[in-house]
């Protein structure tokens, strides 16, 4: 099986899409706020590689994210 990473970063979208859209347990206070904590960082983390440019070299997958975009 070869790894293509046009499809890697497409799963790692359709993720950061279903952190977006998914619904809040019914939950509250300290718990409420981190799990709002960790929704955010999730899709920050998955919309990275999904928005990463990237290169092979020397066998190495290399992703470059601009971190002022």
């Known amino acids: 099986m070869a790894f293509n990473v046009s ?5 790692y ?3 950061a899409e279903a ?3 998914r619904g ?3 939950i509250g206070g300290e718990e409420r706020l981190a ?4 929704a ?3 899709y920050q983390d998955y919309m990275i590689i999904a ?9 190495y997958l290399i992703f470059r994210y601009k971190l002022d975009s």
């Not at 499809?7 to 799963?11: D, N, T, Y």
């Not at 799990?35 to 960790?38: E, G, R």
């Open 7 to 11: 499809e890697f970063q497409e799963r």
């Open 13 to 15: 979208k359709k993720r």
């Open 19 to 21: 952190v977006k859209s």
């Open 24 to 26: 809040m347990p019914p």
């Open 35 to 38: 799990f709002i904590k960790q």
């Open 40 to 42: 955010e960082e999730d």
């Open 51 to 59: 928005e990463s440019e990237y290169e092979i070299a020397n066998d």
